[in-house]
């Protein structure tokens, strides 16, 4: 996502917010986890059974063993890491969970829950998980059904399915934007609390 697609989902935000006292903060994230771990574990897991072979068939000493399991567990490693980059290996629901992990820690590190009447909503797409979610701050997630939010989600997740992530991104702001101005109308004395910039992570 270049410069010139953040500004325009910048002044998505903008405009969303001119209707309402909430708040709205977008965050992008290129991968809510590296997954490393996953396929660390199975070239070890894999690497245990190498020396079982060798002491049932062959003469082969203990170091000589010992040696080839260091080699194969090496090998496994650099394979298995190459070849499960992006969490091949991982499963959904498990991605899933970690991308909504990350999302209620931006929810918090971005000052959502500090807005007054405690009215933010935060945008978050984990683009190597296909994952996105909407969280709101007790101010409105009390109000709003989450089909509502889901009714949002789901565009957005298409749009970035097809390579429109900027305007699945500007459409899903613009509805979070009409949903909060219903629950949350702007106040007379209303300042920008937050800023409107896209978060890359």
Not at 182 to 194: G, N, Y
Request: hydrophobic share 50%; glycine share 6%; aromatic share 6%.
């Amino acid at each position: 996502m270049d410069t010139q697609d953040q500004e325009a989902i910048a002044e998505a935000v903008r405009q969303a917010e001119s209707l309402t006292s909430g708040e709205i903060v977008v965050v992008i994230d290129r991968a809510a986890s590296s997954y490393r771990t996953v396929p660390l574990v199975m070239a070890l897991v894999l690497a245990l059974f190498v020396p079982w072979p060798l002491l049932m068939l062959t003469a082969t000493s203990a170091p000589r063993i010992f040696l080839i399991q260091l080699v194969c567990a090496a090998t496994l490693m650099v394979t298995l890491l190459w070849y499960g980059r992006g969490g091949r290996f991982v499963p959904g629901f498990i991605k899933r969970r970690r991308a909504h992990d990350v999302a209620l820690r931006e929810f918090t590190a971005r000052g959502l829950t500090r807005t007054r009447g405690r009215t933010g909503v935060l945008l978050y797409i984990a683009l190597q998980e296909r994952y996105a979610e909407i969280v709101a701050d007790i101010g409105i997630d009390e109000t709003i059904d989450q089909a509502v939010w889901r009714g949002i989600i789901e565009p957005l997740l298409a749009a970035a399915k097809e390579d429109r992530l900027r305007e699945g991104l500007i459409d899903a702001v613009g509805a979070v934007g009409s949903v909060l101005a219903r629950h949350a109308p702007p106040a007379a004395d209303d300042v920008d609390e937050l800023p409107n910039k896209v978060v890359l992570l």
